[in-house]
């Protein structure tokens, strides 16, 4: 598994993001999945789970430096944590629409930014 392809899915607790890491494993990759309260989190056969929120650039670094402890590299980063409104966007509060900004947009750029920096 030493040559095997480093894998890092944010968001993995559901949906796209656990169905990919579940492929990815399956296809050989050593792969860390991120989600924000691990106390919550279902085991995925074949994936490290990692405590980190995207929204916080702390928890983003300390996550991104966890996985680099263990694999020393990252090959390959999918950024698929996100969240949802449904409505009427002059129904949506500022606090709602912050909060979905801080994750699908900053969240992915922090990720990103944390995991070539470290390279």
Do not use: P, W, Y
Request: aromatic fraction near 4%.
């Amino acid at each position: 598994m030493s040559n095997a392809k480093v894998v890092v899915i944010t968001g993995v607790s559901s949906g796209i993001g656990r169905a990919t890491a579940m492929k990815f494993a399956k296809q050989g990759c050593r792969v860390f999945g991120t989600i924000r309260n691990i106390k919550k989190a279902q085991a995925i056969l074949g994936v490290a789970l990692v405590e980190m929120d995207i929204r916080d650039e702390a928890s983003v670094q300390h996550g991104v430096q966890t996985i680099m402890e263990q694999a020393k590299h990252i090959d390959v980063l999918v950024n698929s944590a996100g969240v949802t409104l449904i409505g009427a966007t002059e129904e949506t509060s500022i606090a709602e629409a912050k909060t979905l900004f801080d994750t699908n947009l900053f969240g992915c750029c922090g990720s990103m930014k944390s995991g070539t920096e470290i390279r």
